[in-house]
């Protein structure tokens, strides 16, 4: 049944630092390796190497630009991939019960062989987490590397999802977040983590961490500094008759 | 969102095929025999036309019947249901109607009341989803309901509350287009709630995560053809509601230009729903365009 869980024993997801993520997309990357080999259906690709080439990703990496109402704009890089959310709406709306969630860990994940790919499900996500594979014909998302964390196969530093292990950043963190002693729920209240449209009452686990406030340029770099400064804020010299003689030729001056 | 012809032609048709069955479930018109045949032919044509297109659109539609199984929770399965049920149950009762001149009077109310039920739940799945606020509106079912009603009203000839009902489904075409142009900016979701960094300054979609296109983009972000979204809403209001309003409420003589006039009048309502319904698509903005700085 599609019913969601009352409360999962733990709460299994991602904490994406948003101040160190440099937007290299090697997470997208891994992401893709790892789930078009292993678990269920392989993330097709439309027209490869056609003009207009398309494909089923799991993970995908937006970057924002922040304008502050003073000071510089700053550019944050986005990771977006499924938040696992609490109540995901994504499962109640399943019309044949592929769609769920573990009551063991709270990982959303899709029952490949029930799926009819009606795609309701990505039309009730906020977040585009879902995306229907088009050779495949059935709905694909992040499943947290369910076949890599608990896999006794793969040594024990593996065992975190493909896009935690690959960030070469650190800016990806997998860990409970139903335990407040877990590192990543210290992690987030300490930065302050945040959920994405909080609003749409999904209740997500993974978490963002906000970018750290930038250094302020100060006025006064370098006591030597108003040495330097122009002498003369009006052109003199030869300069100033060059600017007098060109502003006395038709055409006028801008 | 994406306007799929096989989701326009479903909800059309079959829109009024239940409806028409809504009807004839009533016992309006209370016809039997070989005329009564031709009437639920209709109905059924275009109530399982209408399930049929629905199912092209399926990325599996061979393992459609498992959409009949979570109705606890999925208005979708609720849909499937109800419309299993609503064909069942009218189907016996045309059965009565058409071979044995008879009207089982309570299991046609059954019938009646899964017909108008189908489309309530049809109407329901595109209502609970928060993440497209135009659709997320108490007038999307009364949308439905109403425009199912007007045009069943119009098939079963019932001519003392079709003109009226024509005239509610207009009224709530005109309050839901108003309502549902300010319903994004009403949602308070913005590019700043989606990333979370709009208290921090204004946000701006700087690079996209590839330079192509993907599934989210071709079935969420459907820009073409808004431009022409006010003259198409003319278009499906004349049609849809003020042309068959005209065409019924004209004085005819003859038994054959009154049905002649009757045929037009339904296939101009139509031509007006189907209008709308593309509008109901291509004009709704899913939130997840806001992640791209479209909508």
Redesign the interface.
């Known amino acids: 049944?599609?019913?969601l869980p009352n409360s999962t024993d733990r709460k299994m997801g991602l904490v994406i630092d948003?101040d160190t993520c440099v937007g290299c997309?090697a997470c997208?990357i891994s992401c893709k390796g790892w789930n078009t080999e292993n678990y269920g259906a392989p993330l097709s690709d439309q027209n490869p190497y056609g003009g207009?080439?398309?494909?089923?990703?799991l993970n995908?990496?937006?970057?924002?630009?922040?304008?502050?109402?003073e000071g510089h704009?700053?550019?944050?890089h986005?990771p977006?991939s499924c938040l696992h959310c609490e109540d995901a709406?994504c499962?109640?709306?399943?019309?044949?019960?592929?769609s769920y969630k573990r009551a063991e860990d709270g990982i959303v994940l899709v029952n490949e062989d029930?799926?009819?790919?009606?795609?309701?499900c990505?039309?009730?996500?906020?977040?585009?987490a879902r995306?229907?594979?088009?050779a495949?014909?059935?709905?694909k998302k992040c499943t947290l590397c369910v076949d890599r964390i608990y896999n006794e196969n793969l040594p024990e530093v593996d065992r975190i999802p493909s896009c935690v292990r690959t960030c070469p950043a650190g800016a990806r963190h997998f860990g409970d977040l139903g335990d407040p002693d877990s590192d990543v729920s210290k992690l987030v209240a300490e930065r302050g983590g945040?959920?994405?449209?909080?609003?749409?009452?999904t209740k997500p686990v993974n978490k963002?961490l906000?970018?750290r406030p930038k250094d302020q340029i100060e006025e006064q770099i370098d006591i030597l500094a108003p040495l330097l400064a122009p002498v003369a804020d009006e052109p003199q010299g030869f300069m100033g008759w060059l600017d007098k003689a060109l502003d006395k030729l038709p055409g006028g001056a801008n | 969102m994406h306007p799929a012809p096989s989701v326009i032609i479903f909800t059309t048709l079959s829109g009024l095929g239940f409806g028409l069955l809504f009807f004839l479930g009533l016992g309006q018109p209370a016809v039997t025999g070989k005329v009564a045949f031709v009437f639920y032919a209709i109905a059924f044509g275009l109530a399982c036309g209408g399930l049929l297109a629905s199912t092209f659109h399926l990325g599996r539609p061979e393992r459609a019947w498992r959409a009949l199984t979570q109705w606890k929770t999925s208005w979708l399965s609720r849909e499937g249901v109800c419309a299993v049920g609503a064909l069942i149950v009218m189907g016996l009762y045309a059965l009565g109607a058409v071979f044995m001149d008879s009207h089982w009077t309570l299991l046609g109310w059954i019938g009646a009341a899964l017909s108008l039920a189908t489309v309530f739940t049809t109407s329901m799945i595109y209502t609970q989803l928060k993440t497209i606020p135009r659709w997320n509106m108490e007038l999307t079912p009364a949308m439905f309901l109403s425009f199912s009603l007007a045009g069943g009203a119009l098939l079963a000839g019932a001519e003392s509350v079709a003109p009226w009902l024509l005239a509610i489904a207009g009224a709530v075409q005109l309050a839901y287009w108003a309502k549902g142009d300010k319903a994004l900016e009403n949602s308070g979701t913005n590019l700043g709630t989606a990333t979370g960094l709009g208290d921090r300054g204004a946000v701006r979609a700087f690079e996209p995560p590839h330079t192509g296109s993907n599934y989210l983009l071709r079935e969420f972000v459907h820009v073409v053809g808004r431009k022409h979204a006010q003259k198409l809403r003319m278009i499906a209001f004349i049609l849809g509601f003020a042309l068959p309003l005209l065409l019924i409420l004209t004085p005819v003589q003859g038994i054959v230009i009154k049905h002649v006039f009757a045929a037009l009048a339904v296939l101009s309502h139509l031509a007006g729903i189907a209008t709308s319904r593309w509008l109901f698509f291509a004009q709704a903005e899913h939130v997840v365009g806001l992640y791209y700085g479209k909508r």
């Open positions: 049944m599609t019913e948003l997309h997208v207009d080439p398309s494909g089923t990703f995908r990496v937006h970057s924002y630009e922040v304008q502050p109402a704009a700053q550019l944050i986005f977006k709406p499962v109640t709306v399943c019309p044949t019960g592929a029930h799926c009819i790919g009606c795609g309701l990505a039309w009730s996500c906020p977040y585009g995306e229907l594979d088009l495949e014909g059935v709905m945040m959920d994405l449209m909080p609003e749409m009452g963002y906000p970018p």
